[in-house]
């Protein structure tokens, strides 16, 4: 019997996740139980809603329409005080000298030997910068920096949760309710406002290249009445429930931080070069390692594969895969899923880059079995 593409395997569905203290659950978690959620994650000690019974479905709700996401696992950090400002450039890889109330950046995270903690979106709001994270405990690590460094600063985890509208009619549907002048909001680009008086900062950002908002919920007993109120106006949009698509983060090449990266990665082997400012005189943590990675470029890097024939998606990958070339293990496979838009299994992989500039041919020791990959540039699609 054949396992249809992108289908959760059986075994994995049947597992149960004990809840404690240390795991919570969103602002929107009820909301999300009532229209059917069907699978979580842990991401940040948090529930995070991965699939709602049928990815296929929420790609083309992704990819035509407009779908809503609980992705209030994207803890903030906040800094903010007389030396918020030197504090945040001492944690960022970028030149930050130039940024902006209002605006924000992507930006790399690094340790004193340049490998990759975390990659945020860094938001400038009027009195306080808020890190976006990807799934690690940064609060600990930027607490720690200013104590060592006696910046004057507050730092904390505020009760911020973002709500994702994502696709081609999200825009519409953010017109809709906050009004015009938010056409005018460009990328990262974020306004602090309010919605019928539920306290928000909005933001042009999302994880997904289909376009799209986040709603930054300032007020986490507000959740369930900001999820009723976008679906409700979002109704003439089409808009139904998801999450970040695995299929559509996979054909457009986003990082994962932590799942396509490894805990020795530095932003260069993870597609981050033209994010990192090596040549700038401010100073910030991990230049030095980073200035010697840039010039003597990375060892690996991050990349595509397309697999052989019908080579089963196994969604989700559970586990890192080894790829091998020649004989000898040359990089692993972080994710793999089947393209519906391309027709074929493809995935994306740390490889060596002597290997990728050589073109070798590829295999991938997936848990079924052997399969042969050819080298493809990020992203598919």
């Known amino acids: 019997m054949t396992t249809p593409h992108n289908t959760i395997p059986a075994s994995l569905s049947q597992i149960t996740l004990m809840m404690s203290p240390r795991i919570r659950r969103s602002p929107f978690y009820e909301a999300t ?3 059917g959620v069907s699978h979580f994650t842990v991401y940040n000690k948090m529930l995070m809603p991965t699939s709602f019974g049928n990815l296929e479905a929420e790609l083309q709700r992704l990819m035509s329409g407009v779908a809503m996401w609980d992705v209030a696992v994207e803890r903030q950090v906040e800094v903010s005080g007389p030396d918020a400002d030197r504090l945040v450039q001492h944690l960022s890889a970028r030149d930050l000298s130039k940024m ?3 605006q924000g950046k992507y930006v790399a995270m690094c340790d004193h030997q340049g490998r990759l903690i975390n990659d945020p979106v860094l938001l400038k709001l009027s009195d306080r910068y808020w890190f976006s994270l990807a799934d690690s405990d940064m609060l600990l690590w930027v607490r720690a920096v200013a104590g060592e460094g006696n910046f004057d600063v507050n730092v904390c985890e505020p009760d911020v949760s973002p ?3 994502q696709g081609p009619k999200a825009e519409d549907l953010v017109a809709k309710l906050f009004g015009q002048h938010i056409r005018d909001i460009k990328y990262f680009g974020c306004i ?3 919605l019928q008086g539920i306290p928000l900062v909005l933001c042009r950002s999302g994880w997904s290249k289909q376009g799209g908002f986040e709603l930054f919920l300032r007020d986490g007993s507000k959740g369930d009445t ?3 109120l976008v679906k409700s106006q979002g109704q003439e949009y089409g ?5 970040p698509n695995h299929i559509e983060r996979v054909e457009s090449g986003l990082l994962s931080w932590g799942g396509d990266t490894t805990p020795d990665s530095n932003p260069f082997e993870a597609n981050m070069g033209k994010y990192v400012d090596v040549n700038t005189s401010v100073s910030y943590i991990g230049k030095a390692a980073l200035q010697r990675v840039a010039a003597e470029g990375p060892q690996r890097l991050l990349v595509g594969l397309v697999l052989d024939g019908t080579a089963p998606s196994a969604w989700p990958l559970v586990e890192r895969v080894a790829v091998s070339a020649n004989g000898e293990v040359v990089g692993t496979m972080s994710a793999v899923i089947y393209s519906p838009r391309m027709g074929r299994t493809i995935g994306i992989a740390q490889i060596q880059r002597t290997v990728v500039e050589a073109g070798d041919r590829l295999l ?4 079924n079995g052997v399969q042969g990959a050819t080298l493809s540039p990020l992203p598919f699609l």
């Open 192 to 194: 602090e406002t309010n």
């Open 33 to 35: 139980v009532r229209d």
């Open 100 to 102: 902006r109330v209002g």
């Open 226 to 228: 900001l999820w009723e």
């Open 364 to 367: 991938v020791h997936a848990p």
């Open 163 to 165: 709500l994702a509208i």
């Open 239 to 243: 808009i139904g429930p998801g999450s």
